[in-house]
């Protein structure tokens, strides 16, 4: 099989658009800022792809399957396996918090920060109660939730859709229906591979526009969070789902390796949404089926967001440490508690990890919300680490469900992590 040349891998092209865009926003930086539309034009060119590609992988991959039993032995799998893998990137961060204490000597009170660019995260956090998140998984009209783009709105209708075709399909009827559903979700993968063509493009706007923005000196100040952060993000891809991944029979350097196109595209954007058709398309050339794919990689985008679950016990324990506020260990348990129930639904998006921060602070009131402002600067930098983390830790879970499943191709596994496909 021949290979496509050097400079037409989508890696290396997105690679030095990024290495262009940091130089560019260092060195003129009011140039990098004004390119800010060409990462958001990119990011919004996969974004109008990501709720049909959701509806029509779940549809196909809940009608595809043999019965409803199957539908729920999936399903419940990987819930279960979202739920204890989120819970160790939770204590993970809790502990490393702990031991290093990056928030210790910065002594700031509330009264000292300025609040007002924090004002809008907080507002929205105070909407967020577990009702109104229960509530606000079901769209007001089914073109509602498709025209907003709201992840988990369209998976439960595709869900039930899936379902109500699964029926269909079983009586003889619906297999049209379904074989017109998978030929869309083909086309519009089509559409995916077209706007891959411009990745680069977009990477470079929007690390122009970040470098530009925020500066490279603004990280120096917050270095010790950042690096805890980082370390902790790869700490827990390197340990817990590195073991994860040998167990179910693959290695996970293998498979960063495997993925490096879609992980540049992130680290670009600072959005996981951005390499998600790409990715559940690897997942499917590595060996996992496609219903475990289609059901699999949506769901976790709003239940399995590991690096926002790092982020949040991190980022609340360093502004508890950096307001001198002291946590008991049942304070602590809560954070820890309710970040696992507000990271749910929190999509891949720059900034949505900021809310729901302000969210989980919301129930340790001894943590002045206020100390978000310490924070606010690099949470940016920070977005990348947890998008990065977010995106690995569901690609590794579809192919630990597959296995579970006996829905993984060895071969193909073997074949793709070697780099042969």
Known sequence: MLKKP????LYLQVLIAITCGVVLGHLRPQLGVSLKPLGDGFIKLVKMLIAPIIFGTIVSGIAGMES????GRVGGKALIYFEVVSTFALCIGLLTANLIRPG???NATPASLNTKAIDEFATKAKAQTATDFLLNMIPTTVIDAFAKGEILQVVFFSVLFGFALQALSERGKGLLLLSGIEDATKAI??????IMKVAPIGAFG???FTIGKFGIGSLLPMAKLMGVFYLTCVIFILVVLGTIARVAGFNIFRFLLYIREELLIVLGTSSSESALPQLMEKLERAGASSPVVGLVVPTGYSFNLDGTNIYM????LFIAQATNT?????QQLTILGVGMLTSKGASGVTGSGFITLASTLAVVPTIPVAGMALILGVDRFMSEARSITNLIGNGVATLVVARWENELDDVKLASALRGDT
């Open 68 to 71: 409803m039993k199957k539908v």
């Open 206 to 208: 929007a690390m122009s």
């Open 104 to 106: 210790d000597g910065f």
């Open 189 to 194: 993968f089509g559409i995916v591979h077209i």
């Open 6 to 9: 050097l400079y037409k891998s």
């Open 313 to 316: 016990t991190v980022a609340a």
């Open 326 to 330: 002291s946590l008991t260990l049942q």
